[in-house]
């Protein structure tokens, strides 16, 4: 198992410390699936964070490499053996595959030669190039590469055969090492691999992320920004650049100011992203392919092409993309960094401007404000010497703002956390991070469409305190991003583990107002009933009950529910107390999953305490008519067939005519009698 690192190697994402304690895992060895072995068997919904568990037998990096070193051996990986298990779990591969060290299959081995880049990756034969993808932006930071490929390995000085990378997981950050054996066939590497023959940073890199995952099979299939988050512990922003939010050149240059990483890309119709290998390919397919390259190793090297550095050629089984140059001379289906954002003065008015860079060079924009455009005599000699000088390498170019939003159509943020940082000169996020499990019968209740278990799923209190500080907004708001992330998935497909439908809302937590307060006098309600009757009075940390979410509505919610390993959503709400409520779109579903909110100011997120006292699965009741719905359905929401939401009524002179009215409508007089009735009577 990968061995976490302590806080002082890698400092935590602003999670609370862990306590020890292992994690129940169920029944018929499904160790993604949280919740008892037997129907009676009740876990908590929340999942304490807790100081990672190592276990006795564990050994540390440096330990496990001295031991090696004294006893001269070259060390192999007992967890990720150089066989069969390692490679493929859903079916037998026909070609026998040689396991080999790098010493073994060239002379003069090297970790990496001048330096990282993304011309050291070429993709195998596996359908992984969303990882792939992840490394050649990973190479354009250096210290974030790094954090992920630790300094000082090497093939020469005291070389034991061991490496390790360190990699982002569900708040940790671990440490997962292997020996360096790696598959090959006719003596050359099946997998990853350099345009330099004897270079091996990427295909060792490659085996310590399949190590993580449980296999390189596990790896098939997969977005860029899945890597990316596993690379960096950050949370990745989706944007559709023609829904972008009007304030989205403010956003750019946040993330700027916060060193984020940005990438843009230009859809060509394929319906693939960037980075995205085909999850349709099954592995008989997928082996036929690797069958058949392993073929053409017998041909020719002038009939394979492209060629490496070397004249050694790499194949591709699956391509990043169909990518079509326009006559702009940017490029459908391919992926661009954003590396800037100025503003220059243009006959008279300010225009804005963005940095970009194509990531393989050469081919670049030619449009205004391009190397070759002919309006640059209209510009200030030294603005024009200042922002040419900030264009350092080919395939980088500037472009102003309206042509970006004009001709690209996605853009993806990953925000980073302060960790991964690590510079005081760069404004951060305030991270809270908090884990927590569906477990069925308990704390699994689906989404809003199945409202008798949707109260059930785990709850978390989130408190805005502080509004943005930012001179070009009036409003008082504050921005927030909420990432739900489910766990293991991937590791677990050999189990027979697929991707849950995912998604949260987002429930103001102190609605009640003087107005509420009126109506209870009025009904002569007495106080210590009011908690009762409105548990979202004072602050209250209960568990917010079905009637809750009955009679209100969401102040916001993810866009839609999604099959995606992360769903993330940025947002803008006034100062108040909410409540985040993470489910799954169908009820029943068990895993574990990791929600995270990042803030521009001073904010707490903490789990809402859980009384739930559900011992059995609740039969499942199909809605009348979907509310939410997943992907390729519209989601209207919550609310289509009921009256307007107690949320929706904050102003106006009939204010409290309608309040009253929609208690009246929805039996809370009955209600309010009913427990007034209960106080007057004394516990039974």
């Not at 306590?19 to 999942?47: D, F, L």
């Not at 390692?86 to 040689?98: N, R, W």
């Not at 799923?457 to 739900?484: G, H, M, T, W």
Request: aromatic fraction near 10%.
């Amino acid at each position: 198992m990968p061995t976490v690192i302590s806080a002082s190697v890698a400092p935590r994402t602003g999670a609370e410390p862990r306590s020890p304690g292992p994690v129940p895992h169920p029944a018929q060895g499904k160790a993604t699936e949280a919740g008892g072995g037997h129907p009676g068997s009740i876990y908590s919904a929340i999942i304490s964070r807790n100081f990672p568990i190592i276990g006795v037998k564990e050994k540390t990096f440096e330990q496990l490499h001295k031991e090696c070193l004294e006893k001269k051996v070259l060390y192999l990986d007992p967890e990720f053996p150089p066989d069969e298990t390692s490679l493929f779990y859903s079916q037998k591969f026909p070609i026998q595959f040689i396991w080999k060290r790098p010493l073994e299959i060239c002379e003069n081995p090297r970790f990496i030669i001048g330096g990282a880049n993304r011309t050291d990756i070429c993709q195998g034969d596996l359908g992984d190039c969303w990882f792939l993808a992840a490394i050649a932006c990973l190479t354009l930071n250096e210290r974030l590469l790094f954090r992920v490929i630790p300094h000082d390995q090497s093939f020469t000085e005291n070389y034991a055969g061991i490496f390790h990378f360190q990699f982002w997981r569900y708040g940790d950050w671990v440490d997962v090492v292997i020996d360096d054996c790696l598959p090959t066939y006719n003596n050359q590497l099946v997998f990853t691999k350099s345009n330099h023959l004897n270079e091996f940073w990427s295909a060792l890199l490659e085996k310590a992320y399949a190590k993580l995952h449980g296999s390189y099979e596990a790896l098939k299939g997969g977005n860029t920004t899945e890597a990316m988050e596993d690379f960096t512990g950050g949370v990745t922003e989706y944007f559709e650049i023609k829904d972008a939010p009007r304030d989205m050149y403010r956003i750019m240059r946040k993330a700027i100011e916060r060193g984020s990483l940005m990438g843009c890309s230009i859809d060509d119709g394929t319906n693939m992203t960037y980075g995205t290998s085909p999850s349709g390919l099954n592995m008989g397919e997928l082996i036929k392919r690797m069958v058949r390259n392993m073929d053409n190793l017998l041909l020719r090297d002038s009939d394979l092409i492209p060629r490496g550095s070397d004249d050694r050629p790499s194949r591709t089984i699956v391509p990043v993309q169909y990518e079509t140059r326009m006559a702009c001379g940017l490029v459908k289906g391919h992926a661009y960094s954003v590396t800037g954002l100025e503003e220059a003065l243009f006959k008279g008015q300010r225009v804005k401007l963005v940095r970009l860079r194509n990531p393989w060079g050469q081919v670049e924009w030619s449009g205004s404000w391009s190397d070759s455009w002919k309006d640059w005599s209209f510009v200030d000699k030294d603005e024009k010497a200042r922002l040419q000088h900030q264009v350092t390498e080919d395939g980088e170019f500037w472009m102003s703002y309206d042509d970006f939003i004009s001709h690209f159509t996605k853009l993806e943020i990953c925000n980073l956390t302060a960790d991964a940082l690590e510079s005081d000169k760069l404004q951060t996020w305030t991270v809270s991070v908090n884990e927590g499990r569906w477990v069925r019968g308990c704390s699994a209740g689906g989404c809003r469409n199945f409202p008798d278990t949707f109260w059930t799923n785990p709850q978390y209190r989130l408190k805005l305190l502080e509004e943005d500080d930012d001179p070009d907004d009036s409003e008082v708001i504050c921005s927030f991003l909420v990432a739900l992330m489910q766990k293991n998935r991937r590791k677990d497909r050999k189990l027979g583990a697929n991707l849950f439908t995912i998604g949260f809302a987002i429930y103001e937590h102190c609605l009640c107002s003087n107005l509420w307060l009126l109506l209870l006098f009025l009904f002569k309600v007495p106080k210590e009933a009011h908690g009762h009757l409105c548990p979202q009075m004072h602050g209250n940390k209960q568990h917010l009950q079905k009637d809750f979410f009955l009679y209100n509505a969401s102040r916001a919610r993810s866009k839609t529910y999604i099959n995606m390993r992360e769903v993330s959503q940025r947002f803008r709400l006034p100062p108040s107390e909410y409540v985040i409520v993470p489910s799954t779109y169908e009820p029943h579903q068990e895993g574990e999953f990791i929600l995270r909110v990042f803030s521009e100011k001073r904010n707490l997120s903490e789990e809402v305490e859980n009384t739930i006292s559900v011992d059995r699965p609740v039969k499942k009741k199909k809605p009348k008519m979907p509310e939410d719905s997943s992907q390729g359905f519209s989601q209207d929401g919550c609310c289509s067939r009921r009256k307007p939401a107690l949320a929706k009524h904050c102003a106006g002179g009939d204010l409290f005519l309608k309040l009253y009215q929609h208690l009246q409508g929805r039996c809370c007089y009955y209600s309010l009698l009913q427990a007034r009735a209960q106080i007057q009577r004394g516990p039974s």
